[in-house]
């Protein structure tokens, strides 16, 4: 289970941080990442952070957005750092995770509604 927070109503220019922690008996995580999906497109790729804390982002975001991890807390975050108004989406956090009797799954978070204003 993942449990997202931090979304809400922004102004452009400012910045917001994104969290989700992960619970319920995971022993192992892999990569964890967020993704986003706007009114009316397709869900896309964000950014992700791998176990050894390789990232990958977005061209639309490279630069202004840094996403990291706390392992101990099973967490994700994503820093948004000059947001725009065409950021302005639903973000949902994942994470590729072992679970004690289920084996490796990918997990999904509720996602979090970030609206910037401009």
């Known amino acids: 289970q993942l449990q997202a927070s931090g979304g809400g109503l922004v102004q452009a220019g400012r910045s917001l941080t994104l969290s989700c922690a992960a619970s319920?008996?995971?022993?192992?995580?892999?990569?964890m990442g967020w993704y986003r999906q706007a009114p009316g497109k397709q869900r896309e790729l964000v950014a992700t952070?791998?176990?050894?804390?390789?990232?990958n982002y977005a061209d639309s975001v490279r630069g202004r957005f840094t996403i990291s991890r706390d392992t101990a807390k099973n967490t994700v975050y994503l820093q948004m750092s000059s947001p725009k108004p065409d950021d302005t989406a639903v973000y949902y956090c994942?994470?590729?995770?072992?679970?004690?009797?289920?084996?490796?799954?990918?997990?999904w978070g509720q996602g979090t509604l970030v609206t910037v204003s401009s």
């Open positions: 994942t994470a590729n995770a072992y679970r004690q009797g289920f084996g490796w799954s990918d997990y």
């Open positions: 319920g008996a995971i022993l192992r995580i892999n990569r």
């Open positions: 952070i791998t176990s050894g804390g390789i990232t």
